[in-house]
């Protein structure tokens, strides 16, 4: 078995799911579909974002099927897949992992469908704006999404850039979309599509904080995963249940020699002390360091 293979293999349902129809869609499209005019013609006219009025009223399937498309050929085509997906398994694995499948694939789908309807109401307004108008296609909006959702909900999460170092990724998302209003708006970029995407994963975000169902459709999908999960804000059993393997794990090299460093031992005792402290008061009497001395624990 190819290491791909065994990577592949290792993702989580719902990732894996997205990723295979995205790249599956994107290879189909620059090998055969986008040599063919029928298909060619289908494919943009029925299955891309159409934001005009009110011809998207008679393809509201749209608003959901560009968000698997990528339909620009070459170079800079293949780096606007590889961009989505890379991004989408940097943060979308870890998100997935601790809130269900069933979450990502929600969050993934609604905030593409934000970034559609973001971008018809901004084409109605701004008609002349060409970063508002013309066909749109491509995940960037789902990820967005995802980016967003995970930087609210984690707002110590940090991403290390080259060059930059460690950034905060809720900062990286907010200088995107800045740099994204100011230089790209009146190019070819699907702007609109990127802000309603990232709103939406805003809002999906807050929904989630404050133990809104709003993943429940997606459950269907994952019949073999399904688990009652509440938001990590308000219920984070799985990170809990990580930390408790965690400090066991811990004590029993204490145990067994003084092997473990003072620092070690020192975190494992704030760790006990933040548990105590969920068991008494819950998960939002935590404060942010509090938050952020759990989450880091929990990925050892």
Wanted: aromatic residues 12%.
């Amino acid at each position: 078995m190819s290491r791909f293979q065994i990577w592949y293999r290792m993702q989580p349902p719902a990732l894996r799911a997205l990723l295979t129809i995205n790249v599956v869609l994107y290879v189909l499209w620059i090998l055969a579909l986008a040599h063919i005019d029928s298909t060619r013609r289908l494919v943009w006219i029925y299955l891309a974002l159409n934001p005009d009025w009110p011809a998207i009223l008679t393809h509201p399937w749209q608003l959901l099927t560009y968000n698997f498309l990528h339909l620009q050929v070459g170079f800079w085509g293949f780096l606007h897949l590889l961009f989505n997906m890379l991004w989408l398994v940097w943060i979308g694995r870890e998100y997935e992992e601790l809130h269900g499948s069933h979450q990502l694939l929600a969050l993934y789908v609604l905030s593409g469908i934000g970034g559609g309807l973001v971008t018809v109401l901004l084409h109605g307004l701004f008609p002349s704006v060409g970063a508002f108008g013309g066909l749109v296609h491509g995940a960037s909006a789902s990820v967005l999404g995802v980016l967003m959702a995970v930087a609210i909900l984690y707002p110590f999460k940090s991403v290390a850039l080259f060059f930059f170092g460690p950034i905060r990724l809720l900062y990286l998302v907010l200088i995107f979309l800045a740099l994204d209003v100011l230089f790209l708006s009146g190019g070819r970029t699907a702007v609109g599509a990127h802000l309603g995407g990232a709103l939406f994963g805003f809002l999906y975000a807050k929904a989630e904080q404050r133990g809104w169902e709003l993943a429940g459709w997606a459950r269907v999908f994952f019949r073999s995963h399904r688990r009652s999960r509440a938001s990590v804000a308000a219920e984070p059993g799985r990170v809990l249940r990580r930390l408790g393997a965690w400090v066991e794990q811990r004590r029993g090299s204490t145990a067994e020699g003084e092997a473990v460093a003072k620092h070690s031992r020192s975190l494992e005792e704030e760790v006990d002390r933040i548990l105590d402290k969920i068991s008494a008061h819950g998960y939002d009497s935590l404060t942010e360091e509090e938050k952020r001395i759990l989450y880091e624990a929990s990925r050892r």
